[in-house]
């Protein structure tokens, strides 16, 4: 089966199957293009990982993550979506056929998507690892609700954690900014925004040493940069914003990471598209996922009458 998955050339070859690639495969394949769903782990992505989906339309109770992920997978595997395995190790996007290199052997495909969700890269902070999933978070408007009236902290004094740190103040008691440096680089009236709300607390010139707790997280070990100072304070959560790890090196990120794409879902590179948690976006979630894996269909068809 992979020896002839390895000889044709699709219309579409996507990388990653989690809720964005599957979406896109069961638009593409019901729209009779040939396509190839290539997926290194688990179908569904990180996505299988939540025990509770909330707020995703179609399910008043919730739905885990696990189950969903499933549905879509069975979805595009009724419209005719092949499966591969394996992993990507590169891309040859020079031609007019794209060609996606894997440790099976090379994928030749008219177009590409790129689903690969973000792979979070970790800030390094002792405990971060060990309480994942118990307190550290790396989502507000993911994990926000699970801290309602609850005390939480937000590490980073940029654009992006500055609006974490307000969407959090909306829910929770009261949210804590750990800032590294002495004054924010975000806009004005955002730093406005932290400096007026009732329920935010900055320390300057810090930053995480250790993150404590038993099952759960209780508190956080600072120190003050300057002065060399320790302490801690209590918190639920530490929300942690310091970007992705992409794997692609042939396309363009922003400084955080994540790929750049234009009004298209086109990545730097013709024909090369991105949709999902790996692209430069506001909000990373299910129904954001999904939404650009149906959109980019009629651009990816747009791409393949042109060309």
Known sequence: MKGMILLVIYDLVIVGGG??????????CRAGRNTLLIEKGTFGGQATTAHNIENYPGFPEGISGQELMTRFYKQALRFG???LTTEVIGFSCEEEIKVVKTIEGQIKGKTIILATGAQIKESGIKGEKEFRGKGVSYCATCDGFFFRNKEVAVVGGGEASLKEAMYLANIVKEVIIINKKDTFNADKVLIDEIIDAGNVKVYYNTIVDEIIGEKIITSLKLRNVKTEETFSVNTNGVFLHVGAQIMEESF???????????????????????IGDCRQKKSRQVATAVGDGALVLAYVGEYLHTH
């Open 252 to 274: 363009t990120k922003n400084e955080k990471g994540f790929l750049i794409t234009n009004e298209k879902l086109e990545t730097s590179v013709s024909g090369v598209f991105a």
């Open 19 to 28: 809720p964005a690639g599957l979406t896109a495969a069961i638009y593409a």
């Open 81 to 83: 979506c092949k499966f």
